[in-house]
């Protein structure tokens, strides 16, 4: 036999036989559809803890109004009867404007809108000086980036602010909704019962009342409001989305897909949790309840 003869048996095999390559790609496949919800089930538990984070920035913006504006919180909501009959600084027993901050809404001074008076303690630019310009900062990126939830895939946008007679504020952009209870200038009998109107040295249970939360547009279609309200002085949120009127716009503003039914959500005394969305934990996060006993 020739030296250099090579014998065929011992040549080394070239790649996979097709049969070979279908039983690769089937377990590729196979390990694909095995990870893909896992991954998927990260990425949304990664994007709720990022939302969480929001919540408690915000809180900390919130305890930083506070301080320089005699414990008020920024408003939101109906500014009902305000004195005077005008939404502005003396509308809102705020002269000095000590309370709130306020932008010039041709030539009158009204109160800054709820997101964009928060931005301010977030090191984001907002200007105060007409309606027009502060239209335009509130539509920025970086406002609209500041508010968003990450797993909220179409950001929404709606109002904060609103007082007769057809008086609104600029449209903002948020992933959360805000409440009214605490936050806005509600039509009470101060007699009877002190309405708090973002007084946050008012509220008796400060970790029992939320003041963010997950949500979206109560009424996207008119409305178009991020305003949770109370109906009476022991309301919670799920006394909200059942007694509402016109049932299906309280449902609308909680958003069960967003964190696939995980709410989160910051409390009056700054802490931020995540709750779930049955009835029994709704009705465990204060509106009206936790304000006045």
């Known amino acids: 036999m020739n030296a250099f003869s090579v014998n065929p048996h011992s040549r080394q095999r070239e790649g996979f036989s097709l049969p070979e390559l279908l039983v690769v790609i089937g377990i590729i496949a196979l390990l694909i559809s095995i990870l893909l919800p896992t991954m998927a ?8 803890v990022k939302c969480l984070a929001n919540l408690r920035s915000y809180g900390q913006a919130m305890q930083l109004h506070a301080n320089d504006h005699r414990n008020y919180f920024p408003c939101a909501g109906w500014i009902w009867n305000p004195t005077g009959g005008v939404a502005n600084a003396k509308g809102m027993d705020d002269d000095q404007a000590t309370k709130f901050d306020y932008y010039n809404d041709e030539g009158e001074r009204r109160p800054l809108p709820f997101t964009a008076a928060l931005a301010r303690y977030m090191s984001a630019d ?6 027009q310009h502060l239209e335009q900062d509130l539509r920025s990126n970086a406002l609209v980036r500041l508010w968003s939830c990450p797993s909220q895939q179409v950001p929404q946008t709606g109002w904060t602010q609103r007082a007769n007679p057809d008086w609104q504020s600029p449209d903002e952009s948020s992933s959360y909704a805000f409440n009214e209870a605490v936050l806005g200038r509600r039509d009470r009998d101060p007699a009877a019962r002190p309405f708090p109107a973002g007084q946050s040295t008012a509220i008796r249970h400060s970790a029992e009342v939320f003041l963010i939360m997950d949500g ?16 009476g002085p ?13 049932a299906p716009q309280g449902k609308e503003l909680l958003d069960f897909a967003r964190h696939r039914r995980r709410l989160n959500v910051l409390y009056v ?7 779930s969305m049955d009835d029994g934990s709704l009705d465990g996060i204060g509106v009206s309840r936790g304000i006045y006993q």
């Open 41 to 48: 089930k990260m990425r949304e538990q990664a994007n709720q």
């Open 126 to 131: 907002v200007r105060s000086d007409s309606r």
């Open 216 to 231: 979206r547009t109560r009424d996207p279609q008119f409305d178009r409001c991020f305003l949770v309200f109370d109906f």
């Open 234 to 246: 022991n309301d919670s949120l799920l006394d909200f989305q059942t007694k509402i009127q016109g």
């Open 269 to 275: 005394d700054g802490h931020a949790a995540t709750s």
